[in-house]
T-cell receptor
Framework: DSGVTQTPKHLITATGQRVTLRCSPR?????VYWYQQSLDQGLQFLIQ???????AKGNILERFSAQQFPDLHSELNLSSLELGDSALYFC????????????FGPGTRLTVT | TQLLEQSPQFLSIQEGENLTVYCNSS?????LQWYRQEPGEGPVLLVT?????EVKKLKRLTFQFGDARKDSSLHITAAQPGDTGLYLC??????????FGQGTTLQVKP
């Protein structure tokens, strides 16, 4: 158990819908990262927050957005969902934001039908 | 463009054999991490290497960071079925962004 929690575990929704994925980092960690993992693309970095502020952006679509709240939990919002958005979404956390060890949550499996 | 190339992509061996997985890049990283992932679960951090030429051992696993901090290797001695899984290397940028390799799927048959 990494100490990072993610909810929900599974999510099935239809195209065009909007969903919110939630992540709670390990106690004491200030940085949260979001990743998307699909069979053909591997593990892709989406976005990073550090102590409430956006720190780095990866290949995140404009339909996707994220935020980190004062209690350090984070939410990833996915809107206008397409079939291709079906994937595993992981959250990771680290104490600092400088490329240090990241600890991953169990992931949310999103299926868009 | 895949910044981190892992090889081989797939490896199927018998219990007791040794193996090496390679992770290569043309870029320099501030650190390099190795993860192991089971199907449907999140990657689990195995080790972080920071210094060029660094070697770290974790029981039967030996990790090495290249002198120029562009490449790394994972060597497993006397592989066991419990070692089966997806092994991922990830290079860290100073911003915290991790660049992942495509992974090596290891199957160890009893």
């Amino acid at each position: 158990d990494s100490g990072v929690t993610q909810t929900p575990k599974h999510l099935i929704t239809a195209t065009g819908q909007r969903v919110t994925l939630r992540c709670s980092p390990r106690s004491g960690d200030l940085s949260v990262y979001w990743y998307q993992q699909s069979l053909d693309q591997g593990l892709q970095f989406l976005i990073q927050y550090y102590n409430g502020e956006e720190r780095a952006k990866g290949n995140i679509l404009e339909r996707f957005s994220a935020q980190q709240f004062p209690d350090l939990h984070s939410e990833l919002n996915l809107s206008s969902l397409e079939l291709g958005d079906s994937a595993l979404y992981f959250c990771a956390s680290s104490l600092r934001g400088g490329g240090y060890e990241q600890y991953f949550g169990p992931g949310t499996r999103l299926t868009v039908t | 463009t895949q910044l981190l190339e892992q090889s081989p992509q797939f490896l199927s061996i018998q219990e007791g054999e040794n193996l090496t997985v390679y992770c290569n890049s043309s870029s320099v990283f501030s650190s390099l991490q190795w993860y192991r992932q089971e199907p449907g679960e999140g990657p689990v951090l195995l080790v972080t290497v920071v210094t060029g030429g660094e070697v770290k051992k974790l029981k039967r696993l030996t990790f090495q960071f290249g002198d120029a901090r562009k490449d790394s290797s994972l060597h497993i001695t006397a592989a066991q079925p419990g070692d089966t899984g997806l092994y991922l290397c990830a290079g860290a940028r100073a911003t915290g962004k991790l660049i992942f390799g495509q992974g090596t799927t290891l199957q160890v048959k009893p």
